[in-house]
């Protein structure tokens, strides 16, 4: 993933972080309600489910899973990875469990363009929605209008490695599941940052480590989160929240380090960014979540 670096250069603080680092742990406060009456649930993940780590034999279109199986509490819902051999990149399969009924009805969500390239894991929460939400329209059909709908997602990491350090990020994909007088559909409503981190070789030189004070790397991190806000009438608020920071404290990504000339113990120093650690509300508009006001643009600490 990462080429070598020479022996001027010392193992970043945070490039194993970076090239190895797992799915944000990015969710909403579990059993959490809002006024309308939509709930999350946190999923949890089925002893004795975790596939193999790789595809194996068969069929090379058979369907295989390649994440655990993780369910709600009632077991109403139940969501994992499966991929083939012939198609690997994941798609979400959506399990509904209704009662009476001997065998769940699947869904199946998949996930197309080069954006979507990455290590797939499945968000591990699921939002209940109220009662005739989550629908463009109510079903006529009273048992359709009766079923549950649900937001339901998957992050996606991607990765790269470059001479003397890496990066990495996290997307989280929110996808509705949603019942019609035909069915369930699903509808994308949300594709937002959710982890980056970054480190750049800074020393080229026994001098450029010596005026840097031995730290050679620069580095970048960003992580966020999500909340339900309890106000909401209609679809659920969201609430992101953003954290950005860069080691030493004056780095961009945007210029040459080496530039600023020797370094001060006082750049020695994880510096919090302003313009990307920040709180928006997110609200459904059209069939989407919109930010409001918009988000800023954070690939100094996103970009690969």
């Known amino acids: 993933m990462t080429d070598a670096s020479t022996h001027l250069l010392p193992a970043p603080r945070a490039l194993c972080a970076a090239l190895l680092l797992a799915v944000p742990w990015v969710g909403l406060a ?3 309600r809002d006024a309308a009456g939509n709930r999350l649930e946190a999923l949890i993940e089925q002893p004795g489910t975790a596939p193999p780590p790789t595809l194996e034999g068969g069929d090379p279109d058979m369907a295989q899973a390649v994440s655990p199986l993780f369910c709600t509490g009632d077991r109403a819902w139940c969501l994992r990875l499966i991929a083939s051999r012939n198609n690997p990149r994941p798609s979400l399969q959506v399990r509904e469990f209704v009662p009476g009924e001997a065998e769940p009805r699947d869904r199946h969500v998949g996930y197309t363009g080069p954006e979507r390239d990455g290590q797939f894991q499945v968000w591990p929460y699921l939002l209940r929605l109220a009662p005739g939400l989550g629908a463009p329209r109510v079903p006529t059909d009273p048992v359709q209008a009766a079923f549950e709908n649900v937001v339901v997602g998957v992050t996606v990491e991607q990765t790269a490695g470059y001479s003397g350090g890496g990066a990495s990020n996290s997307t989280l994909l929110l996808e509705t599941i949603y019942h019609t007088d035909e069915g369930a559909e699903s509808s994308s409503v949300l594709s937002l940052p959710v982890a980056g981190q970054a480190s750049i070789r ?16 620069d580095e970048y991190t960003f992580s966020a989160a999500l909340s339900l806000l309890p106000q909401g009438q209609d679809m659920p608020l969201l609430r992101y929240v953003s954290t ?12 040459d380090s080496l530039a600023k000339g020797a370094l001060s113990d006082r750049d020695l120093r994880t510096a919090r960014d302003p313009a990307c650690s920040v709180e928006r509300t997110l609200r459904f ?5 919109v930010a409001e006001p918009a988000l800023p643009d954070c690939s100094e600490f996103t970009g690969l």
């Open 30 to 32: 579990a059993d959490a």
């Open 202 to 217: 800074a020393c080229f030189s026994e001098q450029d480590a010596t005026r840097r004070k031995g730290a050679c790397h």
């Open 285 to 289: 508009v059209s069939g989407r979540y």
């Open 244 to 255: 950005a920071t860069r080691f030493p404290a004056f780095v961009s990504r945007n210029r």
